[in-house]
């Protein structure tokens, strides 16, 4: 006979009774989700998924000072729990003193209700999160079967519900739900594709109208084709393609490897650039918990270690912080036991990312654009360079090119290189800001605010025969 299945709140307490280390952090997930995928304007699958994780965080103070292990597996039941504790606990032996050891975290702290939810079940979603958007759907693909159009994507709409309790009386509970949509649509004869895409809480504030009427436009734009070849050009960049190039940049805001030479928030000598311009342009990079339908942790809930957080600093209150404030450089992610050693100050990573502006719709930067290039997204991100944040990646489904305040066709795709940063003193308009999908990050990042930006000299290196 199999072991009971228990709650996520008694798989903590009972992992928390079962540590014989001097320290121990347990954090259990439990993972809802639901989807919808279409193809060639037909609804093809759609399904519900349930999952739990559980990771175990044993700290062994020792001479030389603290050591933490950690293990995580999926599925755990009340059999196995016993085993995962011992299994931290001799790797906390084997991995000797941690170099970001700081003392566990005790309670007292304001979470913003946080703590008084721990008895809470976990949130749930279903199907039945699409009972507005689904009829809809359904209206569009009709729609677009009869104008001789493909719509292809998904909708996909996760509930993530963790537990946080610590040997120090430490007992939190979060709740993300958020979800996701992603459209491509396609000519008849596959000659032209666009896509769009969004973020959403509960697929409530998602018009599928007006999205497929924008894809619509777009698909009209590529009937004239326009041979560009690689340059430098003025480029308008969507809020999704912002996105995709301010996550690598505040992934790349670690104090540690920025004090110690390795990132492009790195001075030359030593140190950090805290301080710094970037740019003369009014940039406000920040995060916030609390963000108008981007809300998030208030509190850090990690399985391990980084540059950017520590296994030890589970626990710790999450705030509004702000990175490039009015275009300088004003904060780094930095665990507790890097700011002891630097003198910094402890900033944890939050789950979100916000640029502020306030300026024109993109449609109306359009129309006071005498020539240049809009994206409509990019795709395959990789770093080049990290002392510089170099980036290599393509445009994908429509570049188009802009003269006198209108799209005059369709142009190629592009390979790009630039560094986001770099790109920051080269921004010669801020559009007003909005929530986002990014394209490229989605899987890993997906709570967003982007302005669309105008940018000078954006490099298109070479010409991609990518569609």
């Known amino acids: 006979m199999s072991a009971p299945q228990l709650t996520a709140q008694e798989t903590v307490e009972r992992a928390l009774a079962a540590s014989r ?84 975290i005790e309670p007292g702290a304001d979470y913003g209700g946080a703590a008084s939810g721990w008895a809470d079940a976990p949130t749930e979603t279903s199907a039945g999160v699409f009972a507005g958007f689904a009829p809809a759907l359904g209206q569009t ?35 993300e739900p958020s979800g996701r949509l992603e459209v491509n649509a396609k000519s008849g004869d596959l000659t032209k594709s666009v896509w769009a895409g969004e973020f959403t809480r509960d697929f409530t504030d998602v018009d599928i109208p007006a999205l497929d009427a924008s894809l619509q436009r777009r698909l009209s734009w590529a009937d004239r084709r326009v041979d560009l070849e690689a340059g430098r050009y003025e480029t308008l960049l969507p809020p999704s393609a912002v996105a995709d190039l301010m996550i690598p940049l505040y992934w790349s805001a670690g104090a540690r490897d920025s004090d110690e030479g390795r990132t492009v928030f790195s001075k030359k000598g030593g140190g950090s650039r805290l301080g710094e311009s970037l740019t003369d342009q009014p940039v406000t990079l920040r995060s ?50 890097w700011a002891e050693k630097s003198g910094g100050t402890p900033t944890p ?24 290039l809009l994206l409509t997204c990019l795709w395959y991100i990789r770093t080049v360079d990290p002392q510089t944040l170099l980036q290599t990646g393509l445009t994908r489904d429509g570049v188009y090119l ?16 630039e560094s986001p940063v770099d790109m920051l003193g080269r921004i010669t308009e801020i559009g007003r800001s909005e929530i986002t999908l990014p394209r490229e990050w989605n899987d890993w990042f997906t709570r967003t605010a982007m302005p669309p930006l105008r940018v000078a000299d954006f490099n298109m290196s070479t010409v991609s025969q990518a569609s």
């Open 141 to 175: 693909l009709r729609r677009a079967a009869g104008e001789r159009r493909l719509l292809f994507g998904f909708a996909e709409h996760t509930a993530e519900t963790t537990y946080l309790g610590t040997s120090t009386g430490l007992r939190l509970r979060t709740s």
């Open 21 to 104: 280390a001097d320290g121990c952090i347990v954090i259990a997930t439990e993972i809802s989700q639901t989807n919808l995928r279409w193809a060639n304007n037909t609804l093809t699958t759609n399904g519900e998924m349930r999952s739990r994780k559980l990771a175990v965080i044993s700290v062994v103070d020792g001479q030389s000072g603290a050591a933490a292990g950690v293990i995580e597996r999926s599925a755990v039941d009340a059999g196995a729990i016993e085993d995962l504790v011992r299994r931290a606990e001799k790797a906390a032996r084997d991995a000797g003193p941690a170099d970001d050891a700081a003392p566990l």
């Open 288 to 337: 916030d918990p609390a963000y108008p339908r981007l809300e998030t942790d208030t509190f850090l809930a990690v399985g391990g270690s980084s540059s950017w957080y520590s296994a030890f600093d589970n626990g710790v209150p999450i705030g509004a912080t702000s990175w490039i404030d009015d275009g300088v450089l004003s904060g780094l992610l930095c665990p507790r036991s």
């Open 349 to 372: 990573f939050v789950n979100n990312l916000i640029m502020d502006g306030a300026g024109k719709s993109l449609d109306e930067m359009i129309s006071s654009t005498e020539r240049g």
């Open 402 to 417: 802009i003269e006198d305040g209108e799209i005059a066709g369709a142009v190629t795709n592009f390979r790009f290189n």
